[in-house]
């Protein structure tokens, strides 16, 4: 359950224009980052953060701390593979954050 000290972090997270757009990228990986090639399979495991870096044009230590930030907020669930690390959306939480803004505003 979403708290309201969530859902403030959940804010803070997406109201940056870049995590917000990589948020937008990584909900239809497929289209966005089909430009590079998979190192495991998108669907599952989600987008390696070389490709988000590369896509968003942005310093690789800049979309670490973008995507620990989006992880904290529990907007994104990394995967390891190797040494490289994954991220897809957590779907669950996020329709739990829809609920809650509906819910409350």
Same mark, same amino acid.
């Given at each position: 359950?979403? =708290? !309201? =000290?969530?859902?403030? *972090? +959940?804010?803070?997270?997406?109201? !940056? @224009? %870049?995590?917000? #757009? /990589?948020?937008?990228?990584?909900?239809? @990986?497929?289209?966005?980052?089909?430009?590079?090639?998979? /190192?495991?399979?998108?669907?599952? +495991? &989600?987008?390696?953060?070389?490709?988000? #870096?590369?896509?968003? &044009?942005? %310093?690789?230590?800049?979309?670490?701390?973008?995507?620990?930030?989006? *992880?904290?907020?529990?907007? +994104?669930? @990394?995967?390891?593979? &190797?040494?490289?690390?994954?991220?897809?959306?957590? *779907?669950?939480?996020? %329709? #739990? +954050?829809?609920?809650? /803004?509906?819910? =409350?505003?």
């Amino acid at each position: 359950m979403i =708290t !309201n =000290t969530d859902l403030v *972090e +959940v804010f803070k997270a997406l109201g !940056n @224009p %870049a995590r917000l #757009q /990589i948020m937008r990228w990584l909900r239809d @990986p497929e289209t966005h980052f089909a430009e590079y090639e998979p /190192i495991a399979d998108r669907e599952e +495991v &989600g987008v390696c953060v070389t490709h988000i #870096q590369a896509k968003s &044009g942005l %310093a690789q230590s800049t979309v670490s701390s973008y995507m620990s930030t989006l *992880e904290r907020a529990g907007l +994104v669930h @990394p995967t390891r593979i &190797g040494k490289w690390t994954h991220y897809r959306r957590d *779907e669950e939480q996020l %329709a #739990q +954050v829809s609920r809650m /803004i509906t819910d =409350t505003v």
